[in-house]
């Protein structure tokens, strides 16, 4: 499976901002999806994560009440909807897939397919 994510951009504190992740490949197969993110000088962290059949989400603390991860299908297609962005959330977004189990994890060394990351930079 590639990945190609984009949706990145500048925007004040506050604002809203929705990333897309489009699969291409061997996308017949079931994966989880995945996105993480990278600040300047930090190790990449866990963001989001949802099973192939949506049921099943998992966000991390920092996020939760303010990021909606989705996927459609159909579409090939994972979001991740930004709402209430502050400046701690600033940084390269990577979307993932596991192809390989379609178990869910918070582990990026679990996620085999990765996208080219695209930046988000929230000013204050």
């Known amino acids: 499976v590639q990945l190609q994510a984009s949706g990145g951009g500048l925007v004040e504190a506050g604002g809203s901002l929705r990333l897309s992740c489009v699969a291409s490949g061997r996308t017949s197969s079931e994966y989880a999806a995945g996105w993480f993110r990278q600040a300047p000088g930090k190790e990449r962290e866990f963001v989001a994560a949802?099973?192939?059949?949506?049921?099943?989400?998992y966000y991390t603390d920092s996020v939760k009440g303010r990021f909606t991860i989705s996927r459609d299908n159909a579409k090939n297609t994972a979001y991740l909807q930004m709402d209430n962005l502050k400046t701690e959330d600033t940084a390269v977004y990577f979307c993932?897939?596991?192809?390989?189990?379609?178990?869910?994890?918070?582990?990026?060394?679990?996620?085999?397919?990765w996208g080219q990351g695209t930046e988000v930079t929230v000013s204050s």
């Open positions: 949802i099973s192939w059949s949506s049921r099943t989400t």
């Open positions: 993932a897939a596991r192809t390989k189990s379609p178990m869910l994890s918070m582990f990026h060394g679990n996620y085999d397919s």
